[in-house]
């Protein structure tokens, strides 16, 4: 991967655990990255169950499956840029918090956008 190393997507409690993210789904961040022009900072990824629970996660989380990544956002201007990315390159589920953006490409669930 050009932007992204696969340690970035770690969970927590168990180290090298971004191997088991989804393979479209870090292209597709990639391509959400080269359109963004700015770094993405991973501040959550793949998930195990038990640190799911631990963060407060739904039970059905995509990030349990590893198609599913929070992203840090510093300001207002940052975050039109990563949505701006995601959606030109085709995320269709995306939640909105102060700090963070949810981008997700769980094919179980319906496109939406929420907030936190």
């Known amino acids: 991967m050009k932007y992204f190393n696969l340690n970035e997507f770690d969970s927590p409690d168990f180290p090298n655990s971004g191997v088991n993210m989804d393979k479209d789904f870090l292209e597709r961040l990639e391509q959400a990255r080269e359109i963004a022009g700015i770094p993405f900072r991973i501040t959550s990824g793949f998930r195990t169950e038990s640190h799911n629970k631990e963060v407060g996660g739904v039970p059905n989380s995509s990030h349990i499956i590893g198609v599913a990544a929070d ?3 510093s300001g207002g201007a940052d ?5 701006s990315a995601l959606i030109k390159a085709g995320f269709k589920r995306i939640g909105v918090a102060k700090t963070f953006i949810h981008c997700d490409t769980d094919s179980n669930k319906s496109n939406s956008v929420w907030t936190y």
Do not use: C, D, F, W
């Not at 975050?79 to 949505?83: F, G, P, Q, S, V």
């Open 71 to 73: 992203i840090a956002v």
């Open 79 to 83: 975050r039109y840029i990563i949505l």
